[in-house]
């Protein structure tokens, strides 16, 4: 499975983009990025994935670099209930296991 | 959107008994699910993948015979930790793919074992 590498922390200002880094530089062509977060206490919240085409949803944007070795998730307008630990995953493809890393606490300031 | 569920929420119980832990697709059904266990300020570790209609398969150092899965049906895959010890207190969080590959977590369990 590819390894992710992202910042154990980041502080965000209430209001302005959160912009989280994740490195995958072992990703194969055909494995997606998936990325998650995790508010104490609770379980993982899914938020976007994909391959190799940014996307977009209500909840953030997921930018891909071209050979795919990078992402970076957008939030467009932190809120403080942005307030967690967020996890960038990439599962293979044979057997879909989810393996989590150590995630990016990030920390939205008011 | 998907919905999976966990039963129960937190469970307190003594040493040397036996914890069951449901969970179950609301409205998907899911061949797979996976269990995770999560300490204090550390990441999920996955414990093992539950398969609808066979032998789970686990991660190299859990114990088989500790953490008992069963996948009956499509919907609901249920974690059994046996003659838990205060070690085995933690906090168990289960998983289901979706058509479409993305997972979707229950709200976890939270084992205490006095």
């Known amino acids: 499975d590819a390894k992710t590498t992202q910042p154990p922390s980041m502080d965000c200002a209430e209001g302005r983009a959160a912009n989280l880094p994740c490195n995958h530089s072992?990703?194969?062509?055909?494995?997606?990025v998936y990325w998650y977060r995790q508010i104490h206490s609770q379980g993982p919240q899914y938020i976007i994935h994909?391959?190799?085409n940014n996307e977009t949803n209500e909840m953030a944007s997921l930018i891909i670099t071209e050979d795919r070795k990078s992402s970076t998730l957008i939030l467009p307008h932190a809120t403080l209930r942005d307030t967690a630990v967020y996890y960038c995953?990439?599962?293979?493809?044979?057997?879909?296991?989810?393996?989590f890393g150590t995630g990016t606490s990030l920390t939205v300031i008011p | 959107g998907a919905v999976v569920s966990q039963h129960p929420s937190w469970v307190i119980c003594k040493s040397g008994t036996s914890v069951k832990i449901e969970c179950r697709s609301l409205?998907?059904?899911?061949?797979?699910m996976f269990w995770y266990r999560q300490f204090p300020k550390q990441s999920l570790m996955l414990m093992a993948t539950?398969?609808?209609?066979?032998?789970?398969?686990?991660e190299q150092g859990v114990e088989k015979d500790k953490f008992l899965i069963n996948h009956a049906s499509l919907t609901l895959s249920t974690l059994t930790v046996t003659s838990a010890h205060p070690e085995d207190s933690s906090f168990y969080i289960c998983?289901?793919?979706?058509?479409?590959?993305?997972?979707?977590f229950g709200q976890g369990t939270r084992l205490t074992v006095v």
């Open positions: 998983s289901a793919i979706r058509e479409g590959g993305a997972a979707f």
């Open positions: 072992t990703i194969s062509g055909n494995e997606y």
């Open positions: 994909g391959l190799k």
């Open positions: 995953i990439v599962p293979p493809n044979t057997g879909n296991q989810f393996y």
């Open positions: 409205d998907f059904q899911a061949t797979t």
């Open positions: 539950s398969n609808e209609g066979s032998k789970a398969t686990y």
